[in-house]
């Protein structure tokens, strides 16, 4: 949230409702900037040097995701239910179809 402060000065506010705290980074104050790289707001924040887990997807789940698609289905759907990427379903449909 943003507050004028001043002539043509803005000084963001954390984004947690309540939370009067100037911004830090991503929306965070400096404390729940911290719990959120905790995962306490849901999925942890990855640090450069972290490796991500990576997904490997079966043939037949790489022809389903292929298959779906095809048919015209949202492809952050597509990605949502086999917990892959956006890109990744893109690479498949372009592979497969």
Do not use: W
């Not at 939370?19 to 306490?40: L, V």
């Amino acid at each position: 949230m943003a507050v004028l402060q001043g002539v043509g000065m803005i000084e963001f506010r954390c984004c947690i409702v309540g939370c009067k705290n100037p911004h830090q980074a991503r929306g965070f104050c400096t404390k729940h900037y911290q719990q959120s790289r905790a995962g306490k707001f849901g999925n942890k924040v990855h640090r450069g040097n972290e490796q991500k887990s990576k997904i490997r997807l079966s043939e037949k789940d790489k022809k389903k995701v292929a298959g779906m698609y095809a048919d015209g289905l949202n492809a952050n759907d597509i990605a949502y239910s086999f917990n892959i990427s956006l890109g990744t379903v893109y690479n498949i449909a372009k592979e497969y179809c």
